[in-house]
């Protein structure tokens, strides 16, 4: 099927009114949920999950697409209104974002952000449409050794792009391994790390896990520093940018746009290396780089575009290979496979109205948040606002039911609990889970691919290195792990990454 | 040894690499060419624990001082999802939901004990049952297996 008729064929399944509408609903949830503060993208993905439960495939698929990108916004406007981001790859917007907030300026601030985030959206979800067909008939001809390369690359960058030390992600990525181990293993019948529990033959839900560390790890870390929550808000006048204002950002909106769409594709942590990457080369190439930090209304332009351009193409990996290059992604795959549908090069030929209703779905959210945000962003606002003891009991609630309803199974709920403890002590141990969400999909993934890989090659490991593509994603994966260790590279990691958890 | 953040670490990382070494040297362990269920466990299990030795060994050089703990969340909030697990079935989603808001409230400063609370929880109870039973089409009993049986 050639681009057109696929567009054609997304349109006609995202525009049925039950799939429009519930993409209506994903995206004013997601930045609902989004911009309440301590809440990213994946609690609330992992709280809002069972509201798609009950639906078809392609409006779930549509709608928890349409949470994440509302997340992800609503994530921008605490940053900008609130200086607190909701999300790691939103911390730069906080830099010169909220500094425009200050000077009375917040709602030019938003528009920058809006406006840029849709431009960036268009061109992420055109990129898509183009480059995936390409990418999975590529995939098709991908054997067990590049798929594990590509899986040891996705890991080592989600451990190089997190904050804290490498070795510590390490850990954490290897303890998530051992969690998606648990269960009966598909090759020999063996139950493994099961404890001779029933409920953990058919394996630990990644989605339980998901839940416990971030949703409900969050409450118990936000609950201890209640009292010292401020909610100063920002307030919003002229939400119109200046003549000036649209000179100064339509070029940055471009380049960020740009940076986005090839980092987004990068298994790994590529929404927040985009956001950083383009706020970097704006400050870089700017003529008044003195303004950054200070309002610059490129710093909040570039980065926003960035990142949306990122949260798009990102789909990319994990439509074409399975593979989830980000921890949000991950949870995607999660959903997918509680929808009973295995992501992979097959899903563009098996499932055509699914593939191209998502992507055309993604770009009519990217207009529904532009429509829905810049208007409602009073109302965004005092939601902020609500207080956190009213919040977090409803929170509690709503991840209890959410992770009940998966599989109607009170063991699940009690799984949730413990992991939100565990979650709460990494958070003190100085230890960001993300690698450990990310490891715990690709982990299994990356064991049967290695038993394949050698099951051909009869146990002769070299074979990841005869294969050029399976060697040049571990070059890249080599250098990426050499880079830490450089001293300018390492400066501006900790630099860019200290904020971002 | 003093605590710090980098011990605690390194000491979980040990005894669960440890931990699921052992358990997975029971599992056949297989060839490089026929991997059993034993070979990926053994390796991933074997580098975690190396990874908390080297973890416990970074933690001479500097001391991360472990932050105040919060216990009063964690007993209280995880007692009200571990109640809303046991009620949940043999109760019903509104009484589990009741609970459930009830008991995590109480974890907060702002939160008084009056006919407010219970008024708000109740109405919540109610709001989750319609949203996620009636119309979500969610398969949890609204009317718990024990009060069936008692004709209700």
Same mark, same amino acid.
């Given at each position: ?49 069972? *509201? ?63 406006? #840029?985030?849709?431009?960036? #959206? ?14 999975? +008939? ?10 594990? +390369? ?12 997190? +904050? ?63 009292? &010292? ?7 919003? +006048? ?69 990142? &949306? ?5 990102? *789909? ?28 992979? @090069? ?18 009519? #959210? ?26 977090? @009991? ?7 039911? #959410?992770?009940?309803?998966? &599989? ?94 | ?6 011990? %605690? ?10 931990? $699921? ?10 060839? $490089? ?6 070979? !990926? ?6 580098? %975690? ?6 973890? =416990? !060994? ?16 964690? /007993? /209280? ?6 109640? !809303? ?12 939901? !009741? =609970?459930?808001? /009830? /008991? $995590?409230?109480?974890?907060?400063e702002k939160f008084r004990l009056d006919w407010r609370a219970f008024a708000g929880a109740a109405a919540f109870a109610a709001f989750c049952s319609v949203l996620f039973v009636?119309?979500?089409? %969610? ?7 024990? %009060?069936?049986?008692?004709? =209700?």
């Open positions: 099927m050639d681009i057109f008729n696929g567009l054609l064929l997304g349109f006609s399944t995202a525009t049925t009114p039950e799939n429009f509408l519930y993409c209506f609903f994903g995206v004013f949830l997601g930045t609902a949920v989004g911009v309440l503060p301590g809440l990213g993208p994946i609690a609330t993905i992992s709280m809002l999950l069972p *509201f798609t439960f009950g639906l078809p495939i392609d409006t779930a698929l549509i709608m928890l697409a349409g949470i994440f990108y509302g997340s992800q916004y609503g994530g921008s406007t605490t940053a900008i209104l609130m200086n607190i981001p909701g999300e790691a790859s939103s911390v730069v917007t906080t830099l010169d974002g909220h500094e425009m907030a200050k000077q009375g300026k917040a709602g030019r601030a938003l528009a920058a952000a809006a406006i #840029g985030s849709f431009f960036a #959206g268009t061109v992420g979800t055109l990129f898509i449409a183009i480059s995936a067909p390409l990418l999975a +008939s590529f995939a098709l001809t991908f054997g067990p050794a590049e798929y594990f +390369s590509l899986i040891v690359l996705g890991l080592i960058t989600s451990m190089v792009l997190t +904050s804290g030390s490498l070795l510590t992600a390490f850990g954490m990525a290897l303890f998530g391994v051992l969690l998606g181990m648990i269960g009966t293993d598909v090759n020999s019948g063996a139950a493994r790390y099961t404890f001779d529990s029933a409920n953990l033959l058919d394996g630990l839900d990644f989605v339980v896990v998901a839940t416990g560390i971030f949703g409900l790890g969050d409450v118990l870390a936000n609950l201890e520093n209640e009292r &010292n929550r401020v909610a100063s808000v920002a307030t919003v +006048s002229s939400l119109f940018p200046t003549a000036d204002d649209w000179r100064r950002m339509s070029a940055p909106i471009l380049r960020g746009t740009g940076i986005g769409v090839l980092l987004g594709v990068l298994p790994g942590a590529g929404v927040l290396l985009a956001s950083f990457s383009a706020y970097a080369l704006e400050k870089k190439i700017s003529r008044h780089p003195e303004q950054f930090g200070k309002g610059a209304i490129e710093g909040v332009a570039a980065p926003e575009a960035a990142n &949306n351009a990122a949260a798009q193409t990102c *789909f990319i990996p994990m439509l074409t290979l399975g593979l989830p290059g980000t921890a949000t992604m991950a949870l995607m795959i999660g959903a997918l496979v509680v929808q009973g549908v295995q992501p992979g @090069p097959e899903i563009l030929t098996q499932q055509p109205a699914l593939f191209w209703g998502l992507v055309v779905s993604m770009w009519l #959210g990217n207009l529904m948040l532009l429509f829905l945000n810049l208007p409602l962003v009073g109302m965004w606002a005092r939601l902020i606002s609500v207080p956190y003891h009213f919040l977090f @009991p409803v929170i509690c609630v709503f991840i209890a039911i #959410g992770v009940y309803s998966i &599989n109607n199974s009170v063991f699940d709920v009690y799984m949730m609990a413990l992991f939100g403890v565990l979650g709460y002590f990494f958070k003190k141990i100085g230890a960001e889970p993300a690698p450990l969400i990310l490891a715990m999909i690709l982990g299994p993934m990356a064991e049967e691919y290695l038993r394949r890989a050698l099951l051909i090659s009869h146990g002769d490991a070299t074979v990841f290195f005869t294969s050029p593509l399976s060697l040049g994603t571990l070059i890249v994966a080599f250098l990426l792990l050499l880079s830490i260790v450089s001293p300018r590279f390492r400066k501006v990691r900790e630099e860019g990454l200290q904020e971002a958890d | 040894m003093k605590l710090s953040q980098d011990v %605690l670490l390194g000491l979980f990382f040990t005894t669960i690499g440890v931990g $699921s070494a052992v358990m997975a040297a029971s599992y056949p362990f297989g060839t $490089s060419s026929r991997m059993g269920p034993g070979y !990926f466990p053994v390796i991933v299990s074997s580098l %975690l624990v190396l990874t908390g030795i080297l973890v =416990l !060994f970074r933690s001479r050089l500097t001391l991360g001082a472990i932050p105040e703990i919060g216990w009063k969340p964690i /007993v /209280v909030v995880s007692l009200a999802i571990l109640i !809303f697990g046991l009620v949940v079935e043999p109760l019903g989603l509104p009484i589990a939901v !009741f =609970l459930l808001t /009830v /008991v $995590s409230a109480t974890t907060s009636e119309l979500l089409g %969610l398969p949890v009993p609204i009317v718990g297996n024990w %009060l069936q049986g008692l004709g =209700l």
